[in-house]
């Protein structure tokens, strides 16, 4: 496999693939980031010394009715500028997430046409985590209508309560 099913069907570039393996009917495809350089998550610095290395599973794109897991090993570094010791950031992932972005854009997608609850049982996951997806997508589209206090038609005042 090369490394170009990894960007054109999964949306993960700039990592190299290493190995392919078969396990209970799941497939597992294993990453590696090359010789990219290394920054802090935190601040951005690029002064960093290398901490080890964390393994790192993700969900991603089923292959027909196979699920697919991405194993990556996650630099760990120790960043002089603001002295944490932080993962580099994932490209292809959000943080404290254990699924791709791709994962959570299909599971969207599923979700406008079937229950939460359908689209679970077809990608093998528990119902909790597509509500999940479901619920931050939410509150990313409607944060900014929530927040403001200004009211979204022209001419329509807003009265406090104690007012009425």
């Known amino acids: 496999m090369s490394t170009s099913l990894l960007y054109h ?10 190995r392919t393996a078969f396990v209970g ?5 294993a990453i590696d980031q090359g010789k990219k350089p290394l920054c802090c998550s935190a601040c951005g ?4 010394h290398p901490r080890g290395r964390t393994e790192r599973t993700f969900r991603t794109l089923p292959i027909g009715r196979k699920a697919v897991v991405i194993h990556f090993e996650v630099p760990r ?6 002295g944490l010791i932080r993962q580099v950031e994932i490209g292809f992932a959000d943080e404290r997430r ?3 972005k791709a994962f959570e854009r299909y599971a969207l997608e599923l979700s ?3 229950t939460i609850q ?7 996951v528990g119902w909790d985590l597509i509500k999940d997806i479901v619920k931050r997508d939410l509150s990313r589209r409607f944060a900014k209508r929530i927040r403001s206090a200004e009211p979204s038609l022209p001419g329509v005042v807003v009265w406090p309560p104690d007012r009425i």
């Open 118 to 124: 359908d689209v679970a049982k077809h990608l093998n």
């Open 77 to 82: 570094v120790h960043c002089e500028s603001c």
């Open 25 to 29: 009917g799941t497939i597992h495809f």
């Open 112 to 114: 406008r046409l079937m």
């Open 98 to 100: 254990s699924y791709t």
């Open 45 to 48: 610095s690029s002064a960093v």
């Open 9 to 18: 069907a999964f949306g993960i570039r700039g990592y190299t693939y290493t």
